[in-house]
């Protein structure tokens, strides 16, 4: 069965300061993996994906993502965040085959502080 | 930009009452999902539906059924709503059973059941 694990609920980091958000996937098949975010009171929003090829993906305001295989991981990274980067960000996995089914984590809280 | 909007951002019901939530995508996407996300839980998959007039369950259909009439719209029916179906409902839309485009989710509705 697949999984997706963000153990990270909250992490709080100051205006300006790089940060890491970490997903891990485990999974049997070939997966595309997600990000997604979600501002307040809002749906969500994709960020970024990694489908093939270079490992390394980025999103249009500053994110990226970094694909390694053999740690199954998918962590979420910007060198230097702003106030309006607080939001949930969800790491979402996809199957290439069977039931083609769609894994979200749990969501991490980023705030970021002045 | 593909579209998905849910008829309603906030809704207070009472126990026991039929409950409707409908949600339309105005970009020819052939597969649609209704997801519920709960503070610690992340998003769970209630049902989906790859095609007109067809639904599958997901991980947590008791309780809610859904109607796929025409291709564009989706709703979610809870048959009696109870307390611990009070959450934020988030209906979703993709292009291709694949996934590589990930999916457009609408703003959410959050229903109260009282």
């Known amino acids: 069965a697949q999984s997706v694990t963000q153990l990270d609920s909250q992490v709080p980091v100051f205006e300006e300061a790089p940060v890491e958000l970490r997903c891990n996937y485990s999974s049997s098949v070939s997966v595309y993996l997600f990000w997604y975010v979600q501002y307040p009171n809002q749906g969500l929003q994709l960020l970024l994906k990694y489908l093939s090829g270079s490992t390394l993906v980025e999103s249009i305001n500053g994110f990226e993502a970094e694909f390694n295989k053999s740690q199954t991981s998918f962590h979420l990274r910007k060198p230097s965040v702003h106030i309006s980067d607080t939001a949930e960000y969800f790491c979402a996995v996809s199957t290439l085959s069977g039931t083609y089914k769609y894994i979200f984590g749990t969501g991490t809280r980023l705030k970021v502080l002045a | 930009d593909v579209k998905v909007t849910q008829s309603s951002r906030y809704l207070v019901k009472r126990t026991g009452e039929k409950v409707f939530l409908e949600c339309v995508q105005d970009?020819?996407?052939?597969?649609m999902f209704w997801y519920r996300q709960d503070p610690g839980l992340g998003l769970r998959l209630i049902y989906f539906s790859y095609d007109v007039k067809m639904k599958e369950k997901g991980d947590i259909p008791e309780g809610y059924s859904v109607s796929r009439e025409k291709k564009e719209r989706f709703s979610l029916i809870l048959e009696s709503a109870s307390t611990n179906q009070t959450s934020m409902y988030l209906c979703?839309?993709?292009?291709?059973?694949?996934?590589?485009?990930?999916?457009?989710f609408g703003s959410g509705t959050r229903l109260t059941v009282v």
């Open positions: 970009m020819d996407h052939e597969n």
């Open positions: 979703a839309s993709s292009l291709e059973r694949g996934h590589s485009y990930g999916y457009t």
